[in-house]
């Protein structure tokens, strides 16, 4: 019984939260994996224009085990503040991919991805540290 409550409470929480979305954001990209994600870190601002920039985003998925762990870089656009309508923030739909979100490389990573990090003076330079004590240092140029 407590179980159904507790679901009850989750459901109402997240419904309350979905339609307070337009006046608690400006802007708002849903993007669903295949695999969850352990890690997710911003990298730099790509392009800056009027209305919107593009700027890098990193991501991990953690499979399980029957296809290889991976790094994804992404490219994702985002609208300025108070230009993206409400009506159109408090349509998204938590099933689709935004159309905001485009991936440029997916790196297969052995084990899973805990940290990602860019170095600072070279953006083209990628470190994950995993589940062992390894650090991979990669180049996005090279992969």
Known sequence: ?????????????????????PVL???LANHNLVWP?????????????TYKSKQRLYLSEQTDGSVPNTLVIANIE???ARVASA???????EEAR???VKKSKTILH???VNRIRELPKNSNIVATHTDSPDVRVQSKSII
């Open 1 to 21: 019984m407590k179980e159904k409550s507790a679901n009850r409470t989750v459901e109402e929480r997240y419904s309350q939260w979905k339609s307070m979305v």
């Open 25 to 27: 954001y400006d802007w």
């Open 37 to 49: 994600s352990l890690s997710c870190r911003w990298g730099p601002q790509i392009e800056q224009s």
């Open 78 to 80: 985002i609208v300025k």
């Open 87 to 93: 009506e159109h923030i408090s349509q998204f739909n």
């Open 98 to 100: 935004s159309p905001f």
């Open 110 to 112: 052995p084990g899973e």
